[in-house]
């Protein structure tokens, strides 16, 4: 992942403006900002194994804590 020049961010004073422009952050629905980087697709299609995104809360955003219902949302 390379960011844009004159974006540093190793740097922790990047303003998180920066790190989600770079990044191509998306609001997420319960706070904060992500982007998905990796879905699983099993070969007879349905429902994957799990997704990774990356995930910033910056400095006052709030996530809202959910509870996972069943092993479907796990």
Known sequence: ???PPGVNLRDV???AEAVIAALNLKPH???????ETW????PG???GAGTAILYLLARGE?????????????
């Not at 709030?62 to 796990?74: G, P, Q």
């Open 1 to 3: 992942m390379t960011a």
């Open 13 to 15: 004073a990047t303003p």
């Open 29 to 35: 629905p319960e706070g904060g900002h992500y982007r």
């Open 39 to 42: 879905r699983d697709q099993p």
């Open 45 to 47: 299609g349905g429902r």
């Open 62 to 74: 709030l996530s809202h804590w959910h509870r996972v219902r069943d092993a479907a949302e796990a």
